[in-house]
């Protein structure tokens, strides 16, 4: 009998554990679908805003069509001083990405069989940006390239810091040994 009652017990410590087990790995894929949502509103966002931007651009001001074929025209400057070539800013502690975006505590956390990859990204640039989209390319420990993300930052003005995260899916965090972001546009 007192066998009998710890098999039993056994038993409902199996069924009661993998319970748990189903819930956590039901609680990190809904949390992934959550990420994964939120990126496609902010790039959703972000493309409604290129379209507005081009249907201006093409209207002009007077929301008459520019004729096709022809591009608007910009007012360029004949003269170059030496004033316009200012350095590039540097900023400690802090990674350079191009065009005066600089990236810090950058951090790729296991999420199930994905990674997560956070940060903050500063704007140095002197412009704001509605939409600043970056390339990730991450390598292992011999510097064999693995794979290329991006990401996008949506609203970034000039002189901020904004946070990240994007998921980097089908690739286990323990083979990312190295990697790089730069500007992309």
Do not use: C, W
């Not at 007012?75 to 990236?103: C, I, Q, S, T």
């Not at 956390?109 to 509605?130: A, M």
């Not at 003005?157 to 040994?177: C, D, K, Q, R, Y």
């Amino acid at each position: 009998m007192k066998r009998f009652s710890i098999f039993i017990s056994f038993i409902m410590f199996i069924i009661i554990s993998s319970n748990t087990l189903f819930a956590q790995d039901v609680s990190n894929k809904v949390q992934l679908l959550e990420i994964v949502i939120s990126n496609l509103v902010s790039r959703i966002e972000s493309l409604e805003k290129r379209v507005n931007v081009l249907e201006k651009q093409l209207t002009g001001a007077a929301g008459v069509a520019a004729p096709s074929g022809e591009a608007p025209k910009k007012k360029m400057d004949a003269e170059v001083h030496r004033e316009d070539f200012v350095a590039a800013p540097v900023m400690v502690g802090y990674e350079d990405l191009g065009n005066g975006f600089f990236a810090r505590n950058v951090r790729f956390s296991p999420f199930g069989e994905n990674v997560l990859l956070t940060g903050e990204i500063t704007n140095k640039s002197g412009k704001n940006y509605r939409f600043a989209k970056f390339k990730l390319s991450i390598y292992d420990d011999r510097g064999v390239f693995l794979k290329e993300e991006e990401f996008s930052i949506p609203d970034i003005p000039n002189e901020s810091t904004e946070s990240f995260e994007s998921m980097i899916v089908g690739l286990p965090s323990a083979f990312i040994s190295k990697y790089e972001i730069r500007f992309a546009k």
